[in-house]
């Protein structure tokens, strides 16, 4: 019974603190080294914590920015992550429009050295992705990242992007 209180009240404050607690623990972790690391854990009942944060750069032939930083932290036993993500791309050049951030959903699955995970997004002043499909790959122990947005208008290509990042895990 404990256990999936514990777990839950993990959840929803993960939730509560919204972007801004996304972005702290993307803080904490940069003061890291960049390689894979692994958070002290004393949770019960075999709850885990993943935070996936990089600078990606566009696989060539795809679609979307040159480059995109992504943010992602999900919770919970290792065949059932839950948790929520951002996008943003830095800053361009002028006169370049630049791209909006994205927020969104994560679900998914921690097997072996590698987490998957899929969601959708929830805002963006980018129209067509919300609602798009959102697909993180990470490997835990070379923190080599992809990022895939399958925007709902498909006249906009699929935005593919990968490149090494920090993963931190317990």
């Known amino acids: ?63 979307g920015p040159a480059r995109l930083a992504v943010s992602v932290t999900v919770d919970g036993p290792e065949d059932a992550l839950c948790g929520s993500g951002w996008t943003m791309a830095p800053p361009p050049v002028a006169p370049a429009v630049p791209v909006a951030p994205i927020y969104f959903t994560q679900v998914g699955v921690l097997t072996g050295d590698s987490v998957k995970l899929v969601g959708r997004g929830l805002f963006s002043s980018i129209v067509p992705c919300v609602g798009a499909e959102i697909e993180v790959t990470a490997g835990l122990v070379d923190g080599f990242i992809t990022f895939r947005c399958m925007c709902v208008d498909p006249s906009i290509p699929d935005w593919r992007l990968n490149g090494v990042g920090t993963v931190v895990h317990d």
């Open 1 to 63: 019974m404990l256990q999936g209180v514990t777990r839950y009240s993990s959840r929803r404050a993960l939730l509560r603190a919204g972007a801004a607690g996304v972005l702290g623990l993307g803080v904490s972790s940069a003061s890291r080294s960049a390689a894979a690391q692994t958070w002290p854990t004393n949770r019960v009942g075999g709850s885990r914590r993943v935070h996936i944060d990089g600078v990606l750069d566009r696989v060539p032939g795809s679609g």
